[in-house]
C-alpha cells in the first residue's frame, strides 16, 4: 500500500490506497525540471512539491495492477484557497499533454469562459517560459498542441461549451463549487457528464475536480462532495473514484491555528 499522510497535513477524508504502484512521481519529477513558480515569494524558483502535494500525486496517480491503467476515472480534490490547486492543476495537464498517451485530448474546464481562459492560460505561460516546452508545443490563443503525438490541450467553459462528442483523456475541472447547478440553470450538471461519459471511450481516462468547498448539498459538487464522502468510508464500493478533502470539523474554533492547519496542508 502506499504510504499512509502525515497526521499533520492528512485530509479530512481520503479513499484507501490498494497498492504500492503509482505514476505520482513522474508528476512530480515533470514539475520540478520543467515548471516555475508563477506566484508568492518563490516566484521564478523550479517548482517543488511539498510532502503532502507529492503524497496526493502518488495517491492520485494509482496504478491498477491487474491492468496497469490508472485507477481512477472520477477524483475530487477538495482544498481552501492558497494551497497551490492552480499549480496542481498546470502540472497535470502539462505532464499528460507531454508523456500521455497519442491522440490526448486534455481539457481545462471552469464555470464561466474568464476563470477558463484564466487556468489554461497559466499554463499556456509555462510552455512560452520554457524553451524545452515551447520547441515541442505550439502555442495558440486558446489551443496547446503537441503535434508529435497529436494531442491537444484547450479551455472549456460552462456556460458556452458543448462537449458532446468529444474524447478527453484528462479533465481538469477548476472550482467546481461555480458550476451551474440548478433546474433552472444545469449546464455545470450537463458539461460534467458529457465529459464523463466521453471519455469513457478511452482504456485510461481521468476527470478531475479541483476545487475550494461549496455550500450547498443538492449542486453538483454537494452530491460529489457526498459520494467520494462515503466511498472513502467505505460505506459506498466504487474502487475507480478518488478523493481527497481537507476541511475543519464543523464545532472546530476558527480562531485556533490548529484548524487553520488541519484544513489547510501549506499551513502544517
Not at 464561466?112 to 499556456?124: P, S
Request: charge should be negative.
Amino acid at each position: 500500500m502506499l504510504p499512509a499522510p502525515d497526521e499533520l497535513w492528512a485530509p479530512a477524508y481520503s479513499v484507501p490506497s490498494l497498492t504500492d504502484l503509482t505514476r505520482g512521481p513522474n508528476v512530480t519529477d515533470f514539475a520540478s525540471t520543467l515548471l516555475k513558480a508563477s506566484r508568492g515569494f518563490k516566484v521564478g524558483e523550479p517548482v517543488d512539491f511539498t510532502a503532502w502535494q507529492s503524497w496526493l500525486m502518488d495517491r492520485l496517480f494509482e496504478v491498477n495492477p491487474a491492468t496497469g491503467l490508472m485507477r481512477y476515472r472520477r477524483a475530487v480534490i477538495g482544498l481552501p484557497r492558497k494551497n497551490g490547486k492552480s499549480l496542481l492543476g498546470t502540472a497535470i495537464a502539462l505532464e499528460h499533454l507531454v508523456y500521455g498517451a497519442p491522440g490526448g485530448q486534455v481539457y481545462s474546464a471552469a464555470s464561466d469562459r474568464a476563470q477558463a481562459r484564466i487556468v489554461f492560460g497559466e499554463a499556456r505561460q509555462q510552455v512560452l517560459d520554457n524553451p524545452a516546452l515551447s520547441r515541442i508545443i505550439k502555442v495558440y490563443k486558446d489551443v496547446l498542441e503537441l503535434p508529435s503525438k497529436g494531442s491537444i490541450y484547450r479551455a472549456l467553459s460552462a456556460d458556452g461549451a458543448r462537449a458532446h462528442g468529444l474524447g478527453p483523456s484528462l479533465v481538469i475541472c477548476d472550482e467546481l463549487h461555480a458550476w451551474a447547478s440548478s433546474a433552472s440553470n444545469s449546464r455545470g450538471d450537463e458539461l460534467f457528464e458529457a465529459l464523463s461519459q466521453g471519455s469513457g471511450d478511452r482504456p485510461e481516462s481521468l476527470v478531475l475536480a479541483i476545487t475550494t468547498a461549496g455550500g450547498h448539498a443538492d449542486t453538483l459538487l454537494g452530491r460529489l462532495y457526498e459520494y467520494g464522502r462515503r466511498v472513502s468510508t467505505g460505506d459506498i464500493e466504487d474502487p475507480q473514484f478518488g478523493f481527497w478533502w481537507w476541511e475543519a470539523q464543523d464545532d472546530a474554533d476558527p480562531t485556533d491555528p490548529v484548524t487553520w492547519r488541519t484544513a489547510n496542508p501549506n499551513l502544517a
